[in-house]
T-cell receptor
């Protein structure tokens, strides 16, 4: 069975500092990997996705993620955080045969200090 | 374009009562998904409709949950009778295609069973 682990429940970062959110997955084949963000009162919004090809994926809002098969990781990064990045971030894994039936991690809540 | 709409945004009911959640997907999206997040845990898949047909309902917790999508447009998720452990946030999402197509989420229904 596939699973996703986000080791950090909360992260506090200063505005302008860099951010890295960790995601580790367990899946038998090549996974489809996603990062979603949920801002207060909003639905989940897709930041980026990895299906194949270049292992460094660029997303919206200045985010990027790197797929590392050897480490079963798909960490999310942003070089300089803005106050509006305060939100909860979810890593998810899917399979081609399962459509958009995704397995999510527990989420990481990001707080941004001025 | 209008996004995925869920109603109500919040619902507070007593144990044993019935609650019906509604989801209006983006027009033209054949695929509709229900997910649930219980008590800050992982977001978990409940079921998947393709048009009016249930494609995958493997995530439905038990027979107290009934999902319908008559006419392949909006969907309802009824919980009858509700139990304390049903409390959580119920998300609906839709997509035009399957894997690879962007999944659009609603802002969720916060269900509290007292």
């Amino acid at each position: 069975a596939q699973s996703v682990t986000q080791p950090d429940i909360h992260i506090t970062v200063s505005e302008g500092a860099s951010l890295e959110l960790r995601c580790n997955y367990s899946y038998g084949a090549t996974p489809y990997l996603f990062w979603y963000v949920q801002s207060p009162g909003q639905g989940l919004q897709l930041l980026l996705k990895y299906f194949s090809g270049d292992t460094l994926v660029q997303g919206i809002k200045g985010f990027e993620a790197e797929f590392k098969r050897s480490q079963s990781s798909f960490n999310l990064r942003k070089p300089s955080v803005h106050w509006s990045d305060a939100a909860e971030y979810f890593c998810a894994v899917g399979a081609a045969a399962a459509g958009n039936k995704l397995t999510f991690g527990g989420g990481t809540r990001v707080l941004v200090k001025p | 374009e209008a996004g995925v709409t869920q109603f109500p945004s919040h619902s507070v009911i007593e144990k044993g009562q019935t609650v019906t959640l509604r989801c209006d997907p983006i027009s033209g999206h054949d695929n509709l998904y229900w997910y649930r997040r219980v008590m800050g845990k992982e977001i978990k898949f409940l079921l998947h409709f393709v048009k009016e047909s249930k494609q995958d309902e493997s995530g439905m917790p038990n027979n107290r949950f009934l999902a319908e999508r008559t006419g392949g447009t909006y969907s309802t998720l009824k919980v009858q009778p509700a139990e304390l452990e049903d409390s959580g946030v119920y998300f609906c999402a839709s997509s035009q295609g399957r894997i690879g197509e962007k999944l659009f989420f609603g802002s969720g229904t916060q269900l509290s069973v007292l």
